[in-house]
């Protein structure tokens, strides 16, 4: 029978490469939803994202790969457990709030854009986001704070060991019921799943009766609705990956203790459960590249600058945001300007007072 130790080195070597892929991703992420790419008050909560999963993963490598790994003597793996469970787990569930916490922000802005249209300019806006964003990490600071106790680290023989001190659920029940399950609960889960259920599901029938308008609407129109759709994928699969931590945390609160403590196979559940949180962190990436041409084309500026930054796009149509647009001659006659969508190529005369604006989808 496989014991609990077995496992978690089995989980490390599983955990090791997503991590790595994770943080490359979201790294190229940063970068396409940097300053001189962004074009909208998405990009800034994307970029933002980004940052909080580099954190997260950063902080997880140890926590979940780095310390099982077969690398360490027994007196150097005692010291990077113990001091690894004091002082990273509590910064990675910083890292963790964070996150979820700027999802919910995403999601409700994604509201006002597409059902409350009209309120863009009063709530979408840099400043208030920054505010939003600056009140995410201290809501995560403080109410992660208390984890830094819920460790101590012992010295026996020269090695050193953690014990569980606050998260003992016989001696400290009270911090057990009330931070370990209640607050967790609802900060953790409920309050972030409920505003994010509802706004999505609010989205989703807008979208529905807006899609009979689509041969309507303008390309920035549609280009939001593009951008809607990638980001209703990202909280969906965001809120499948979390809902079996969200039922674990339920069914701990009660029985009144740690199920993974007291089960080897709940043990390895619960573990399964956390590998697909980082999944989701290490994922979202491939999310953006699939469905944001604006974002594809960033990426693959990075290895065809040329191409992609002062030229043609990939079908070989002249990029309206190149700095050398065509010039208009000085007697005014029209020049035929190429409009490149993804699905269409516009034909369109132009005049002196024609304005080229910039055609963007974050």
Request: aromatic content about 16%; some cysteine; overall charge positive.
């Amino acid at each position: 029978m496989m014991d609990s130790m077995d496992f978690h080195r089995i989980m490390a070597f599983v955990y090791l490469p997503t991590i790595l892929i994770g943080l490359l991703g979201n790294l190229l992420s940063l970068y396409a939803y940097s300053r001189k790419n962004r074009k909208s008050m998405v990009g800034f909560l994307l970029y933002s994202l980004s940052v909080s999963d580099i954190f997260l993963l950063v902080f997880a490598l140890p926590l979940f790969s780095i310390m099982y790994l077969p690398i360490w003597t027994d007196e150097q793996r005692s010291f990077v457990v113990a001091y690894t469970a004091k002082y990273v787990y509590p910064l990675c569930m910083m890292a963790k709030t964070c996150s979820l916490y700027i999802m919910v922000l995403i999601t409700i802005e994604r509201w006002i854009a597409v059902c409350r249209p009209l309120e863009v300019q009063i709530w979408c806006r840099y400043t208030t986001s920054s505010y939003s964003i600056a009140a995410i990490i201290t809501f995560a600071v403080v109410l992660n704070f208390a984890r830094f106790f819920e460790f101590e680290i012992e010295y026996i023989d020269g090695l050193a060991f953690f014990r569980r001190d606050l998260l003992d659920s016989e001696k400290h029940w009270w911090y057990f019921m009330f931070y370990f399950i209640i607050i967790s609960i609802i900060f953790d889960y409920l309050v972030p799943f409920v505003i994010m259920f509802v706004a999505n599901m609010l989205i989703i029938s807008e979208l529905r009766r807006t899609k009979k308008e689509r041969s309507l609407m303008t390309i920035q129109q549609q280009k939001e609705q593009n951008t809607t759709v990638m980001l209703l994928v990202i909280t969906i699969f965001f809120g499948f990956c979390h809902f079996f931590s969200m039922a674990l945390k339920l069914a701990e609160s009660f029985v009144g203790k740690f199920l993974t403590i007291q089960n080897i196979y709940l043990e390895m559940l619960g573990e399964i459960f956390n590998y697909l949180i980082i999944i989701h962190t290490a994922s979202t990436f491939f999310i953006y590249y699939m469905f944001s041409e604006k974002f594809r084309q960033i990426i693959k500026g990075i290895w065809k600058p040329d191409q992609y930054r002062h030229g043609s796009l990939p079908d070989g149509t002249l990029n309206i945001t190149d700095s050398k647009k065509r010039k208009i001659n000085r007697h005014g006659s029209s020049t035929k300007i190429m409009y490149h969508t993804e699905a269409t190529i516009i034909h369109k005369p132009a005049s002196l007072k024609t304005r080229y604006s910039r055609i963007s989808s974050e």
